[in-house]
């Protein structure tokens, strides 16, 4: 049977150093079709990118999200925010997810593959979901980027709630959205190429 390697409590991960996040010097959002062709130059020379998706919260019963609203994906030098309401964003973005041999990783990602199919009409390819590698190296069911960085990193990854619940749909997002958007990428880059993936 394969050892299981313990993994941090929440008491024990709040009293790690915190995980050097980036900062909006390092944080490019994209909401034009020109600024996605950049980011398209930028990010398709990179072998790997952190990846995930955020969409505007649904608090009414029967209420569907028609998210994902913003897309995000991470270099470990540079991360990308895509927001998906200019059409011509939104089919560089589908077009990058669509790109085979360039590994998308990230945690928990089966929602954010049915939205993107949904949203963008494209089967993302490459997609890694780190939780899976981690369970196949022996740690607990969903490690989660909390896990994985004090796990890897010895650091401790900090999600503001607030912003994990705020309006992705608006046309305007705030700094601390964009922070915490771009640094769930990030992170998920991070611990990819800690992994030796």
Known sequence: MQERHPTPDKDAIALLPPFERLGLDRITLVSTGAQAQKAYAALTAAPAWGFDTESKPTFKVGEVSDGPHILQLSTPERAWVFQLHDPACRAVAAELLALGGIAKAGFGLGDDK????????????????????????????????????????????????????????????????????????????????????
């Open 114 to 197: 049915k939205r993107i199919v949904q949203k963008l009409g494209v089967q993302p390819q490459g997609i890694l979901e780190l939780n899976t590698i981690f369970r196949e190296r022996g740690y607990r069911k969903d490690m989660g980027v909390k896990g994985a960085v004090a796990v890897l990193f010895h650091q401790r990854f900090m999600k503001s709630k607030k912003a994990a619940t705020s309006n992705w749909a608006n046309a305007h997002l705030t700094e601390s959205q964009l922070v915490y958007a771009a640094n769930d990428a990030y992170a998920a880059i991070r611990v990819f190429d800690a992994l030796g993936l």
